[in-house]
């Protein structure tokens, strides 16, 4: 992990990996290295992902394109 001092304040930047499973049609967020996770789910379809210190690291989307289809719509 990176850490930058901004305005006296330090800021941490995490790797962020985006994956998308075409078939399955899931997208996952992860925000820093893997680790052990606690799950909530949000919404339908929609799962968050937060470490045990309650931080988060992480979000996945099921069903992505028929969800991102539905909020596009002109």
């Known amino acids: ?6 305005g ?4 941490r930047v995490k790797k962020v990996n985006i994956c998308y499973d075409e078939e ?3 997208l ?3 925000f820093g290295e893997p680790q052990e996770e606690i799950s909530e789910e949000l919404d ?4 968050l992902h937060k470490n045990f210190e309650g ?6 989307i099921l069903n992505f394109k028929k969800r991102f289809k539905q909020t596009t719509k002109l």
């Open 44 to 47: 339908d379809d929609v799962v």
């Open 8 to 11: 006296g304040k330090e800021e």
């Open 24 to 26: 399955g049609d899931i």
């Open 28 to 30: 996952e967020i992860l």
């Open 1 to 6: 992990m990176e850490e930058r001092a901004k």
């Open 55 to 60: 931080e988060i690291v992480g979000l996945t």
